[in-house]
């Protein structure tokens, strides 16, 4: 039996904005507990909701990032539960009006394929607050700073097929709201937070199976393995010749397993309705067109300029424009050294490497795109060669300075100079009697292999810094006259 | 019309509000008699008609964004039952 | 003193026949004196109102005194005060005291105004007769045996026994205008949107509106002036500036067409009411309006409306009483469940768990459509009413309540009897309109209240209109004193 899985996330995104959705209390995180909950975040009694238009803005933004329809008429409406983390009894967000209706977006795959994934609709949405779980003689303690944060909840059709599409998905997403500069998506922090709808059916079967709904997957990392392990225990479920109860569950990072949240098993019932504080939020034509004026380039406009502009290949150019930052560090690099594919090679090789292993972000990159550009031009002019430059970029990274101040440091520079160099493969020659007497006698064909050797023994001799090029040249004319 | 009792509870588990037995035959005969009352809705044509959740045709006014309120936490926290730590304190949270 | 009218009391001020302090103090200890015969205050804020009033001779002193400045009042304790211990006539908020001013408190307080305290009131203002109080009903001053109305009785009830000359007070299916009609004074319920709800404990959102009592019309017109006015932390504010309420008060009502909707005199309206109220009419007349007959055709559904568009945004209002951050918590949850179900279940009272209870169902799950959706069209026709009523009148009048005040503990076991107190007051909130509610005679001894209903933001006009009726009557400076007086002269 072959099965396919289908999967459909909701994706919570953190909007950005200085204060909450519905007061003038400050959003920024890491702040002491309580703090930054105000009268109306407390849900204290007569307080009342007033919307922050940033947060429309920001979602606009969304919808047209997403080439959704933006809801010129949104509607918030109540959903009612209780839970401590929740002061009004109700989280305010919207249901039958949202912002954005649907749209649709394309991720790229690793094997350098695409598709296109739709976008049931985004709403704006309050955050809740955080119950802490440290004992406080037997109970929990409320915080709730984060209530009230401005959220986007981005829902998806059930259009992905594999965990790797569901990553591909979540990383456009981030890719797209940070590019637009409305969420910081950092998910270490739960700016960005994913939700997975999880099903499996056999391949060629058009019936949806039952799903079950992963909450809470905190990376991406995570939002793989997590796919993975639920889709792998509702096959063994069905193959079993069992069915797959419909439920939320709750993914084990530890223990790389999905286990039931009984706890959020009664059914609810949220008696939604439209919020009576709050009316209709209207937004104009104009109000739109000027957003969308002021759109950012989005990732797959820059991939495809980039392919142009500097030549990049395909996979270069998606891997460069991913995050804004990246991409923002590329055309520095490009533009300083007038390299581009060198640029490009640079970045995701080394740089990619290194950061990889340090765990740092671009923006926190040790090596500036001035300093790397710096380097990138003494390859071009020939004051070092490609593998010295491995050694002078470490140096960089290392705090040892620009790339001319190691070069200098390290006296790492290359050696062009004629005179020297034929002074080292005279020796060299003079010293590889049984080398020299092969090459004579060699076939013409196979004697530029044997060059090999010799040019190896003279960048030993040269400490690596013999320029490869000028070793290459005098040493066939020398050999050649001795043959 | 009439309320019965499973009914009742379930309202009450939703609202949170906690009944005794002893008086849920009352809260569901009070009950039966105020949706008696609004039963009366049901014969009325309405197709076509938009809901109306609001009395006049206003449009929300957005707000700026910026931070306003300034951080009260001990005015408000006096307020509150139990607290600690500039924590708000309830009974255990199971998730 | 006591008898002063608002308008009174500020000439008197100004004109320096008495200061804010001297009628303060009068005024504080009438309440001490006489209100544990009518409990219609909570909480009196003795010292504070003293240390408001001797500010207030200073300004006034000054010359630079606000409209208001020394003007002793009451506030209904839905609003919040800071410091104050704010009740919501509920035991959920007997310990609650908010660090925040409602606007209509602040308004108040930059017009000068003095607070007294704050009044009585049906419980989270669900109750027509201020008996859902967990601090004990409020009794009518011109019986005490008698209710007073509600949901604002404590405001009415202050206002008619004279411990205070005017009181804010908040309507959402007739509780300013229906005790005002039981107690023989003048209440008035703006436009929805006229005056700011924030700071108010929010019972029915889309129907709260916040409006003044007081003796008469005119004095309704200077607290008004004060209380409205934008405030860009209610969403639904109108935004509108402010405006002088006592401009049009002289205006003749010569030509005025009032309308008179069949349906206010149908079955179920007492007949002595309704001849109170034919009189008032009759008397317009003299004033040179004109009598139209008119038709609000949905009128039977306003009540069935209503109490399920109430409920159901009162279930979600009060769903942030949890025992959590501010209010009643119950002794020794077992649990967070416990905590829940035990604070709620102990911290309302049984009128406030009926509604919420009816909200519930008509929100949930397969319910919705058939209740809360369709209650919202049906609202929209009730609305309809009105909009085409006014295309050919100015006004419309009609009784406030039914009949007058009840005995207590008449109703309180039949919520639906008592549901129907409201039965000409409730469509206009259901619609947004004004209403007002103002002295016409009695019954016995007991007051019938005349309703006046407005269009959208026409108080000014319903203000002059009914200041017109009451230069020519007498009505509204009837008191009940006399009556207590007299009753207790006659016992010696």
């Known amino acids: 039996m072959e099965w396919e899985i289908v999967i459909g996330l909701e994706v919570h995104v953190q909007l950005s904005t200085q204060s909450k959705l519905f007061s003038g209390a400050s959003t920024r995180f890491g702040a002491e507990p309580n703090t930054q909950a105000c009268a109306v975040d407390l849900a204290m009694p007569g307080t009342l909701p007033v919307p922050n238009e940033a947060a429309f803005r920001y979602a606009t933004l969304f919808g047209l990032a997403m080439n959704a329809g933006i809801g010129r008429r949104s509607v918030f409406e109540r959903k009612n539960y209780f839970y401590p983390d929740l002061p009004k009894g109700y989280q305010t967000t919207q249901l039958a009006k949202p912002i954005v209706g649907a749209g649709e977006v394309e991720i790229h795959l690793e094997d350098g394929s695409s598709k296109k994934v739709r976008l049931h609709h985004a709403h704006l949405e309050e955050d809740a607050g955080k119950s802490l779980h440290e004992d406080f003689h037997g109970m929990s303690g409320i915080d709730l700073n984060r209530a009230g944060t401005p959220l986007i909840e981005i829902v998806s059709e059930p259009d992905m097929r594999s965990a790797a599409e569901a990553v591909a998905y979540l990383k456009k997403i981030h890719s797209i709201v940070t590019y637009l500069g409305i969420s910081d998506g950092d998910m270490s922090q739960g700016s960005l937070r994913c939700d997975a709808n999880v099903s499996v059916r056999l391949k060629g079967e058009e019936k949806l199976g039952t799903r079950t709904e992963l909450k809470n997957i905190n990376s991406f990392r995570f939002v793989e393995k997590a796919i993975k392990v639920e889709a792998e225990r509702q096959i063994d479920i069905l193959e079993d010749g069992g069915s797959i109860l419909q439920e939320t569950r709750l993914y084990d990072s530890d223990k790389n397993e999905t286990r039931s949240m009984r706890s959020k098993e009664v059914a609810n019932d949220y008696r939604y309705f439209p919020c009576p504080d709050l009316l209709p939020v209207e937004l104009s034509e104009d109000y739109i067109d000027r957003l969308r004026g002021e759109m950012p380039e989005l990732p797959d406009a820059k991939a495809a300029r980039f392919r142009e502009q500097y030549q990049l290949s395909a996979y270069d150019a998606d891997q460069l424009t991913q995050e804004r930052a990246t991409a923002d560090y590329f055309e520095t690099l490009a533009e300083q050294c007038g390299e581009p594919k060198l640029a490009a090679n640079w970045m995701t090789g080394e740089l990619a490497a290194l950061l990889n292993r340090q765990e740092l972000t671009i923006g926190q990159s040790p090596v500036s795109a001035e300093h790397l550009a710096g380097l990138i031009a003494r390859i071009k002019d020939g004051t070092i060669s490609s593998k010295i430059a491995k050694q002078v970029f470490e140096a960089i990274a290392s705090g040892e300075g620009d790339a001319d101040t190691v070069i200098d440091k390290r006296g790492l520079k290359q050696v062009s100079d004629t005179g020297a160099i034929e002074k080292m493969v005279d020796e060299v020659i003079a010293n590889s009697a049984r080398q020299v007497e092969n090459y004579r006698n060699a076939d013409e064909d196979k004697r530029p292999k044997m060059m090999g050797y010799f040019v190896g023994q003279i960048m030993k001799a040269s400490k690596g810094q013999a320029n490869p090029q000028v070793i290459n040249k005098i040493l066939r004319e020398k050999l050649d006259a001795l043959l | ?95 | 003193m006591h008898q002063l009218t608002i308008a009174e009391i500020i000439r008197g001020l100004r004109d320096k026949q008495f200061s804010s302090v001297e009628i303060t103090r009068q005024l504080l200890d009438r309440i001490q004196q006489q209100d544990s015969n009518y409990n219609s205050f909570i909480t009196v804020t003795a010292e504070q109102a003293l240390q408001r009033a001797e500010a207030a001779d200073r300004q006034l002193a000054a010359g630079d005194a606000p409209a208001l400045c020394g003007v002793p009042i009451a506030h209904k304790d839905i609003f919040c005060t800071s410091g104050v211990r704010t009740s919501c006539g509920s035991k959920m908020l007997d310990n609650f005291v908010p660090p925040y001013d409602a606007t209509v408190v602040e308004n108040l307080q930059h017009a000068g105004a003095v607070s007294l305290g704050k009044t009585n009131m049906d419980e989270f203002a669900m109750g027509s007769s201020n008996e859902t109080s967990y601090y004990g009903p409020v009794k009518n001053p011109w019986n005490t045996d008698r209710v007073s109305g509600g949901s604002s009785g404590g405001s009415a009830a202050a206002v008619a026994a004279q411990l205070v000359p005017g009181a804010t007070a908040t309507d959402t299916g007739g509780s300013i205008r229906q005790p005002a009609a039981l107690t023989n004074t003048t209440g008035l319920k703006p436009t929805y949107g006229r005056v700011s709800r924030w700071g108010m404990v929010a019972f029915a959102s889309s129907l709260d509106q916040a409006g003044p009592i007081a003796r008469n019309a005119e004095d309704c017109a200077h607290l008004l002036s004060a209380m409205a006015g934008p405030d860009r932390r209610d969403s639904t504010n109108l935004q509108r500036d402010a405006e002088d309420f006592t401009a049009d008060l002289n205006k003749s009502v010569q030509g005025l067409k009032i309308g008179v909707p069949k349906e206010y005199f149908g079955e179920g309206l007492n007949a002595d009411t309704a001849a109170r109220v034919q009189d008032a009419l009759k008397e317009f007349e003299k004033l040179g309006a004109e009598l139209v007959d008119i038709s609000l055709p949905h009128t039977d559904l306003a009540v069935p409306a209503y109490y399920v568009i109430a409920p159901a945004e009162a279930s979600a209002n009060l769903s942030r009483f949890d025992g959590v951050r501010y209010g009643y918590r119950c002794e020794n949850p077992a649990d967070l469940r416990d905590l829940y179900m035990r604070s709620r279940g102990e911290g309302f009272g049984e009128e406030v768990k009926r509604r919420i209870l009816v909200g519930t169902y008509a929100l949930s799950a397969g319910y919705y459509d058939a209740y809360y959706n369709k209650a919202q069209q049906v609202r929209r026709l009730i609305k309809q009413d009105f909009v085409d009523a006014f295309g050919k009148v100015d006004v419309i009048m009609g009784p406030t309540a039914p009949s007058p005040a009840f005995e207590i503990g008449a109703k309180v076991a039949d919520p639906v009897a008592m549901y129907l107190e409201d039965i000409y007051t409730i469509a206009t909130n259901l619609a947004g309109l004004p209403g007002m509610s103002l002295p016409c005679g009695r019954v016995g001894n007991m007051p019938v209240g005349l309703q006046i209903i407005g269009n959208y933001l026409d108080e000014a006009r319903m203000l002059n209109v009914a200041h017109q009726y009451q230069q020519a009557t007498d009505w509204h400076r009837a008191s009940a004193l006399s009556l207590t007086e007299a009753a207790a002269a006659g016992g010696e």
């Open chain 2, 1 to 95: 019309m009439s309320v019965d009792a499973q009914t009742v509870e379930k309202l009450a588990e939703l609202a949170r509000i906690a009944i005794s037995e002893e008086t849920v035959e009352e809260v569901s005969s009070r009950l039966g008699d105020v949706l008696q009352l609004v039963d009366k809705l049901q014969a009325v044509h309405t197709e076509g008609v938009a809901p109306m959740a609001h009395p006049l045709d206003a449009v929300q006014v957005l707000r700026a964004d910026e931070v306003t309120e300034p951080n009260r936490r001990e005015e408000f926290l006096a307020l509150a039952p139990q607290s600690e730590q500039g924590l708000y304190l309830v009974p255990k949270v199971i998730d």
